[in-house]
Nanobody, 114 residues
Framework: VQLQASGGGLVQAGGSLRLSCAAS????????MGWFRQAPGKQPEVVAG???????NYEESAKGRFLISRDNVKKTVYLQMNNLKPEDTATYFC?????????WGQGTKFTVFS
């Protein structure tokens, strides 16, 4: 399985961005998917997770601002991020939850400026 995250860039504080994570390389449909982020000099953390059936969980700072969704037919997971803050600046990755080492991709980076 290959997981390709995209959608990063440069955004002003208070703005919005949507990330996409497309799975390819296998017919396997991952049951529980997550978005992770790693800011410079910090440990990676889980931002949000979603089950195949659509149940979701969020890291505390993401609650009320981020929305994770998935399209099982397209094998794509999305992360809609609103009211972005400079502290959201990081490289964002998608992976199974719990993460599988060889599923990590290069991630997608974005910077929130004030």
């Amino acid at each position: 399985v290959q997981l390709q995250a995209s959608g990063g860039g440069l955004v002003q504080a208070g703005g919005s961005l949507r990330l996409s994570c497309a799975a390819s390389g296998s017919n396997l449909s991952i049951d529980y998917m997550g978005w992770f982020r790693q800011a410079p000099g910090k440990q990676p953390e889980v931002v949000a997770g979603i089950s195949r059936g659509g149940s979701t969980n969020y890291e505390e700072s993401a609650k009320g601002r981020f929305l994770i969704s998935r399209d099982n037919v397209k094998k794509t997971v999305y992360l809609q991020m609103n009211n972005l803050k400079p502290e959201d600046t990081a490289t964002y990755f998608c992976n199974q939850l719990p993460p599988i080492q060889h599923y990590w991709g290069q991630g997608t980076k974005f910077t929130v400026f004030s």
